[in-house]
């Protein structure tokens, strides 16, 4: 009995035998980069092939064809929801997560875009704008990796959702009132592209300036001056 009283001892200290796990204080274990967040991020660049393929076969004007490749898209589209609210939920969060979930959307979102205008469903221009600041912004984590990730912002998520929602409409092999409501939400969705492309500069400038300026240093202490009238007091 002496000896093991003595081997906590030796272990844990004085002070903390017979206490249980603190939750708080003690270390917590990292988590794992492969989980369920991740692998639908991983999932979600998977699908980015299949549906190109159901994209362009028939050359595009397979009504049942398109179909799929809206369904696909819409799958895809969804798992970008979801491994955000089930790393945030589950306390998945990686930096793997961080990175490759942006990079996934791009692939997704970029592939599609591509589609479209080789079909000639949507103009080249749009194409071109959003996929050079898709670029960008993907130098700039690249740029800025060693000193921190930064993670999608809330205007990069509405600017994925606007874009999905109009290439949604675009895959679909409808017309009409269909076609307008696609164009209103593209056009937004360049506007917002644009402006959270700047904003992330300015984040990713920011933290270069931040690691990249030495530290100030101490300034010498002023030394009280010698003489004058009530010297020696």
Do not use: C
């Not at 990796?145 to 999905?164: D, M, Y």
């Amino acid at each position: 009995m002496t000896d093991r009283i003595r081997r906590a001892v030796d272990e844990k200290g004085i002070a903390n035998v017979g206490r249980g796990p603190d939750h708080i204080t003690d270390p917590v274990d990292p988590v794992p980069v492969v989980n369920i967040a991740n692998a639908l991020t991983v999932f979600r660049i998977v699908l980015v092939p299949v549906f190109l393929v159901a994209l362009f076969m028939e050359s595009g004007e397979s009504t049942l064809w398109r179909s799929i490749a809206t369904i696909v898209f819409g799958v895809a589209a969804l798992t970008d929801r979801y491994d955000g609210m089930i790393a945030r939920q589950r306390g998945l969060i990686t930096d793997f997560g961080k990175l490759a979930d942006p990079i996934a959307d791009k692939a997704l979102i970029g592939g599609a875009l591509v589609g479209l205008s080789i079909l000639g469903i949507l103009p080249w221009w749009v194409t071109v704008v959003i996929i050079a600041r898709e670029v960008w912004v993907t130098a700039l984590r690249f740029w800025v990796l060693r000193h921190k990730v930064i993670p999608a912002s809330r205007g990069g998520k509405l600017k994925t959702l606007l874009q999905a929602l109009a290439i949604g409409l675009y895959l679909l092999p409808l017309g009409g009132p269909w076609q307008v409501a696609a164009d209103i939400l593209m056009g937004l969705a360049v506007v917002v592209t644009i402006y959270t492309g700047l904003d992330y500069t300015w984040q990713a400038v920011k933290v270069r300036s931040d690691r990249d300026d030495p530290e100030p240093r101490p300034s010498a202490p002023r030394r009280r001056a010698v003489g004058g009238t009530g010297g020696g007091r």
